[in-house]
């Protein structure tokens, strides 16, 4: 399917939103949300969930790994897909802690 930002421009752009409407809803400051798109910046995983709750769509949605994903990822993938909603969300709080964790050590 395509980068992250290009997945996230064209739900807005499918539901007939600008930026400004994006912003007003997820209250990102449309500029950062335009990074997003445009592959600038990348999202955290709270950014993300508030941006599939603006899309009406899963986090798993957003969270498709590009075609270009190695093998390790590949397999994370498809286990989401099995996931019911709330091993969803304890896996995403885990991610969080994760990254949380790495940035910490930086």
Do not use: C, W
């Not at 500029?31 to 997003?36: D, L």
């Not at 709750?53 to 969270?63: F, H």
């Amino acid at each position: 399917m395509g980068s992250l930002g290009e997945r996230l421009r064209s739900l807005r752009l499918e539901r007939n939103l600008s930026l400004y409407d994006v912003e007003r809803l997820s209250g990102l400051h449309f500029t950062t949300i335009g990074k997003y798109e445009r592959n600038e910046r990348k999202p955290s995983l709270q950014v993300l969930r508030e941006l599939a709750r603006v899309y009406q769509v899963p986090l798993s949605e957003l969270l498709e790994l590009e075609e270009e994903a190695g093998p390790a990822k590949q397999r994370i993938q498809e286990a989401v897909k099995l996931l019911t909603e709330e091993e969803a969300e304890l896996l995403a709080a885990f991610l969080l802690r994760l990254l949380s964790h790495r940035r910490e050590k930086t």
